[in-house]
């Protein structure tokens, strides 16, 4: 299940939880597409609960919209990612690598009120004291 909520006129909240399958996967990049139109720069908190599990159609269906991925990724500056399982935060810290011109920051749950606070400039320390 991915359930979306706007955190501020840039940035929206992705809680992310379950088994993902093309289901779920194009309802939300359609939401992600209305979004982009309305906001140019985005930043994103990614809250990934539990070790969700994705299916090869999900998959699919992202590649089906590879145009809207190349359009997202150039308008994201900052993702806050707070996974619970250590392989979501792993895979994300690859990601980050791969992924040039994008501000990633990952975060352990306990951390989940910086990485937001971090995530709204509420403050410029990408990293909790």
């Known amino acids: 299940m991915l359930t979306f909520t706007p955190l501020s006129p ?7 939880e379950g ?3 093309a289901a779920d996967v ?4 359609d939401k ?3 979004t982009l139109d309305t906001t140019p720069q985005l ?3 990614a809250d990934v609960r539990g070790s969700p599990s994705i299916a090869l159609s999900a998959i699919t269906e992202e590649l089906k919209h ?4 190349i359009r997202l990724i150039r308008a994201i500056d900052r993702v806050a990612i707070v996974a619970d399982a250590e392989w979501v935060r792993t895979a994300s810290r690859i ?4 992924i040039p011109g994008v501000h990633y920051e990952v975060y352990e749950r306990k951390d989940e009120a910086h990485a937001r606070a971090w995530l709204l400039r509420e403050t410029d320390r990408p990293r909790p004291d």
């Open 10 to 16: 840039r940035a929206i909240a992705i809680v992310a």
């Open 26 to 29: 194009a309802p939300a990049l």
């Open 66 to 69: 590879l145009p809207l991925l």
């Open 32 to 34: 992600l597409a209305a």
């Open 19 to 21: 088994h993902f399958t």
């Open 95 to 98: 990601e980050s690598a791969l």
């Open 43 to 45: 930043d994103i908190l």
